[in-house]
């Protein structure tokens, strides 16, 4: 299958071309901006594309990829910095632009005859640039231009290496899936062979011959992904797969019976239930670190999987709902950026792991995952639920868990999504939840003084879950939730909003 990959340098928007290349029909891939050469030559990628970046192609430690990168014969297109540092190591210069142009500009397009065959004069496209090219290198030529940069596309056809100062991966430009596009199928002469049909059947193939008629547990944590990666396991090995689905006391209320019922009664999967609340919460004593929840949460897992397995005799492999988002924010690819959070899958694990793990979603992005889900049959309710973490509610107290704070804000999450349900807003939101703080606050409550627990709403909208704006919830919804909170759980006495995008915050609070 023809592949695409994307080398990091830091940029925001690195995930967002990577997804814009799938949707085009292309698989693609991160890697770090200093992949090695022997590495591209030996998977032979149909084209590469050099991210952008936050930091000036001259600043001290700023990333640079091996040059044997471009005597590879592979079509590159680099954007925004990416174009920077093809040009500065091409033969051309580089300076920083009097006038830095972040925003909407105009695009002056010179000659349509390669990347920006069909791409309108004047067509609207997104800069975000301090530096700019002031030189090009030998055999290239300009191809558009804006007001402030006169090298705003530049291409060399016959060396295959092409660059944009413009971000066209944003909705902002445009025609940047055109240009894209353009890239993908004019000049790297691509197949569009990247679809859900061929990767559940690539994918079943693959741990197919991998399991060798071997068994395989899956641990189902409640949320869309544990549940797909198993019912694609389920197609490739049938019943050689168990599931186990652990009850630790961090769920909503009554999500667990809920969903034990429909994983086997609907969806036809061997499922052994585990009751281990009280063990997770002994477990979570006197722990108030996020990052300590998050290695003793999955480690325990791991060891009731190990546990469960046992009874079931030799169990050789352990599929996991990894995704995409989990592997870049747990073990980043960029050299620029730094670890954003464990996760319970990728970053509790013990060292030594009795199971081989059998990951078959750690390359999608979280809409690709549903529309795997719909697939392989699992009903559109719970395949576009909202996502809820591995840890749980566990994640959603900040400081140390207990069996009062869980009830709290089950409630408070009742309450909230009753209310996002029935002003039919559930659809249009990426996460509504509710994080309870380990502050209390003063309030007056028929007629006397209260000390109680504050309480945070959350409500965020995303493609992807990469980026996130939160949501400008109406005056009356918040107010109702408000008073229904106040009124109805014991123990709160005070809501706030959270008005924080990603970034600079997270969508979760731990």
Request: contains cysteine; hydrophobic residues 40%; glycine residues 8%.
């Amino acid at each position: 299958m023809d592949k695409v990959y994307v080398l990091d340098f830091g940029s925001q928007y690195t995930q967002l071309i990577a997804r814009k290349i799938r949707e085009l029909g292309v698989y693609s891939e991160i890697f770090p901006y200093d992949l090695s050469p022997a590495k591209i030559r030996r998977e032979k990628p149909g084209g590469i594309i050099l991210s952008g970046g936050p930091m000036s192609v001259y600043e001290r430690n700023a990333p640079q990829p091996f040059p044997e990168l471009f005597e590879l014969g592979i079509p590159i297109l680099g954007i925004c910095y990416g174009l920077q540092i093809l040009a500065l190591f091409l033969g051309g210069e580089v300076s920083p632009s009097q006038k830095r142009e972040y925003g909407f500009a105009s695009l002056e397009v010179l000659d349509r005859k390669g990347l920006l065959a069909g791409i309108k004069n004047g067509s609207q496209i997104w800069m975000s640039h301090g530096d700019k090219v002031c030189s090009i290198p030998p055999d290239f030529r300009i191809t558009a231009k804006t007001r402030n940069s006169h090298a705003a596309v530049i291409e060399s056809p016959q060396e295959k290496i092409f660059g944009v100062q413009f971000h066209p991966e944003v909705a902002h430009t445009r025609q940047g899936k055109k240009v894209l596009s353009n890239f993908l199928f004019s000049i790297c002469k691509l197949k569009k062979e990247w679809n859900m049909d061929s990767f559940v059947e690539s994918k079943a193939a693959e741990i197919r011959k991998r399991v060798r008629g071997g068994k395989v547990i899956s641990g189902l944590s409640g949320g869309v992904d544990s549940l797909v990666a198993s019912l694609i396991v389920q197609k490739a090995v049938e019943k050689k797969l168990t599931c186990i689905f652990v009850d630790n006391g961090l769920l909503r209320s009554g999500q667990f019976a809920g969903l034990l019922n429909k994983f086997r009664d609907r969806l036809h999967l061997n499922v052994v239930a585990v009751d281990a609340a009280d063990r997770f919460l002994a477990g979570l004593r006197r722990v108030a670190s996020p990052e300590r929840k998050r290695k003793i949460i999955g480690e325990m897992f791991i060891r009731i999987f190990e546990e469960e397995a046992k009874k079931l005799g030799k169990v050789d492999f352990l599929t996991q709902g990894t995704i995409y988002p989990d592997v870049i924010e747990s073990n980043p690819v960029k050299g620029p950026s730094s670890k954003i959070k464990s996760h319970h899958n990728v970053g509790g694990l013990p060292d030594r792991l009795k199971f081989k793990l059998i990951e078959p979603l750690k390359e999608l992005f979280k809409d690709e995952v549903r529309i795997l889900g719909k697939e392989l049959g699992a009903d559109s309710q719970f395949i576009h639920q909202h996502p809820f973490p591995g840890p749980g509610l566990a994640v959603r107290i900040v400081g140390e868990v207990t069996p009062e704070r869980i009830n709290i804000l089950r409630k408070a999450d009742t309450i909230l999504l009753d209310e996002i349900r029935k002003a039919r807003l559930y659809r249009k939101l990426w996460q509504a939840f509710a994080v309870l703080l380990p502050v209390k606050s003063v309030g007056v409550m028929g007629d006397k003084r209260t000390y109680q627990r504050v309480v945070v709403l959350r409500m965020v909208q995303s493609m992807d879950g990469m980026t996130a704006d939160w949501y400008p919830a109406e005056p009356e919804l918040l107010s109702l939730i408000s008073n229904r909170i106040v009124n109805e759980v014991d123990g709160i006495n005070r809501v706030v909003y959270d008005v924080t995008s990603k970034p600079p915050g997270t969508i979760e609070w731990e």
